[in-house]
C-alpha cells in the first residue's frame, strides 16, 4: 500500500484525555480513532492487525473443529430473565434499550444464553454431539470507567467459543484440548514466553476456571506466578490455588498481568436452566454439558502494544504486523531513488509479499521517525547507495539492527 | 467439510412467525437462526455466504481506492445533535441507551457524522484529499415492522462508503466510478441483469440520488424501468425522473425492486455542520465536498435467496455459494462406495477445491432432499456406479442437468 494515499496521519500528541500507553500510541500512529471513552474504531493499519489476530485465532479454533458463527447484538430479556442475569444487580455492564413496542431489548455483553437457547434446535441425541461453536463478536459492556485504552473498552471484540458435550469426560478432553489451541495461539502472537494458564475462580459448578494470563505492567490483575511450572494462580483464589498446584507461598512471584484468555466449565447448570437436553444411547435424557471460551482480541492487541512498543513507537511482531515490510525511499518524485523504489515496490506486490510503501516527498528524519512510530517488522530503505551499489538497508524495528541485503535476498526472505 | 460435523440440521418447518420466504429457506436449510423479529444469526453456511458477498465488495471497493475501518456501535448524542438528527422526530429508527454516568449514547444506525467528525483530524490541506473510506458495519435500526426477513433488519450488515473530494467535479468522477464498480458488484453476485441504476430523490443538496433496485417481487418499491435505456426510476420522482431521461410514461414498465445500494451526494452541506474544511491550493480553506455508497450485504443475500431458489430450496449463484460442490456419498461406512467417496473428498481438499461431503448414513432420497435445500451450484453423487466405472454424475442445482464426470475431470474444474 501507497503510503501517499493512506488517509490516516501520524500524529506527535494524543489526545490530553487519553491515558493508556497502548491508545496513545495507536491514536499517535493512527491505528485507532477514539469516538469516546473505551469506544474506539479501527482505521485501516489498525483493522489489519485486527484481522491478522483473528485469522491467527481463527485457524486455532478450526483445528480443534470450532465452527464460526456470528449471533446477534440484539438480545430478548426473556432469555437472560430464565438464567436470572436480566437484572442489574446480577449484571452490572447492559446496555439496554426499547423496541418501538416498548419492549426491552439488550445488547450482547456475553452470548452463553442465546447460544445455549438455539443449540436447541440442533441437539436431540448423543449423535448431535460434541458441538463446539464460536464468534468473533463486539461486545457492548457499560463499564463504570474505561481508562485502559483498547485492553477494556466498552466495545471491544471477542472470541467467544463454546462446547457441548455428551459427558463430564467428554468436556475434559475439549477442555485440553482447547487450552493447547490457546497456548499454539498465543505462542504465535509472539507472547508464549509471558502467557500463562492461570487458577482462576470456578462459579457454581467447578473449583476453577482457566485464565490466560500475560505478564504486563498495564494489566489489570495480580497473579501469582510459579515460572517453574509455567503456571500462576488468580489473587482471588491463591489459598486453594497453592494447594492445587502443591506449591507454597515463597515459591511464587507477585506479578500484573493482563487476562488475554479464559476456559470455564459450566456443567449442566445452563443446559438445565435453558432446557438443552439430549437422549443418550439408551434413550435416558440428559442434560447437555456446556464449556466456555474467551480471547479478548482488541484486548490482545493492547496487550501486544503494551510490552513490545518502545520509546519510538510502536513495534509489531511478524505475525500480527499490518505489513511486514516498511519500505521507505528516500528520492524525490522522478529522480533514481525513487525509479527504484518503485520498481521494488511493483516487484513485491508481485510476489505478494504485504508492504507499505512510503513513497512521499518528505524528509528523511522525518519518514523514519515516522516509520519507528508505525512499528513495522522490517523496513528497507531506498537512497542514493542503494542506487549505486543495488542493495538495500533493511533495518528490524524490534532490535535496530542493519543488514545489507540484495534484491534478490529481499524478494527471496 | 464434512455433514456430519456441521452442528446445523435442516427443517421441514420453518417457525410459523417467519413470512418471508428467505428468511423460511435460510432457517429451514440451518444457514440462519432467527433470534427475534428481524435479528437473525448467521451459522456456518449462512456466514459463508456473507463473508463471500463481503469479499466480492471488498475487492471492488479496493480497486477504486476504498480503504476499509471498522467504526462503532456506540454513537455520541452532541455529534447528532449537530446535523439535528438525534431527534427521533428527524430519525425514527435510533436504538438508544445510557452510559453509567447517566448520558445518553446511540446505536449506530448510519455512520456519516461520525466517519466525517473523524476525518477533521485527517484532512487539513487539498494534499490530503481524495479520500475514501469504507466499512462493513452491523447496523441496528429500530424498524417498527420487521417482516421480511433479512431484507429489512433491526439488526444487519451494510457496506457504507464515504467520499470526500476537493471539488464537485472529483466527487462526480469518483461518483462514476462507485456506479461501475456497484455494476461490477452486482455482475459478479450473479444478479447483474436484474439490477438497474435508478432515480431517486436527492435531498437537500442535489436533485436526484441513485439506487440499485433489483426487480424483486420480495421487494419493498416500486420502479419504473426503461428496459432498453438499463435505468429506472423510483415512484417518488417519477415526474422529474422522465424529464432527465428524456422519456414518456408509456415507455416505462411499473416493477417490484429490491434497493440493493444507493449512492447519494451530500455537496458541503454535512461537511459545513460538521467543520470538515480543507485549505486549497491558494491557501483558501472551503468545504469538503461528501458523498456515500451503500450496499446491503445482508439484503442482498435474502434478495439472492428471493430470486434463485426455487421449490425444493436454496439456489446459489457460484460466486457466493457456501461451497462450490456437495459430494454426496450413497455409500455406508467402510464399504466401497464409501471409500471412494473418502478419496475423492480427500483430493478435492487437497486441491483446494470448497466441498461440502455428506458423509452420513442416510437413504438416499433424504440426501437429495437435503441437498437440494442447501443449494450447492454442483452436485457429485458417489454411488455404486461411480465405483464401478469411475464415472460420477454431476448434477447442476440451477438446471438439474446431469453431467458425466471421469475423477479427472471433476479435478480439473
Known sequence: MRQSKLFTKTRREAPADEVAKNAQLLIRAGYIHKE???VYAYLPLGLRVV?????IVREEMNKIDGQEIIMTALQRKE???????WNDKNVDVWFKSQLKSGAE???GWSHEEPITDMMKHFIASYRDLPAYVYQFQTKLRNELRAKSGIMRGREFIMKDMYSYSVSEEEHQNFYGKTMEAYKRVFERIGLGDRTFPTFASGGAFTQFSHEFQTLCDAGEDVIYLHRGKGQAINKEVLESGMEQMGVSRDELEEVRAAEVGNIFSFGDVKSKQLGLYFRDEDGVEKPVILGSYGIG???LMGTIVEIFSDGKGLVWPESVAPFKYHLVSLGREGDDISKLAESVYAELVEADVEVLYDDRDLRAGEKFAESDLLGMPHRIVVGKDAVATGVFEVVRRVTGAVEKKSHAEILAS
Chains 1, 2 share one sequence.
Request: without cysteine; positive net charge; proline residues 0%.
Open 51 to 55: 484481522e491478522r489476530i483473528k485469522q
Open 105 to 107: 431489548v439488550g445488547l
Open 36 to 38: 469516546m471513552a473505551g
Open 79 to 85: 432469555l437472560w430473565e430464565v438464567t436470572d442475569r
Open 297 to 299: 482480541i482488541t484486548r
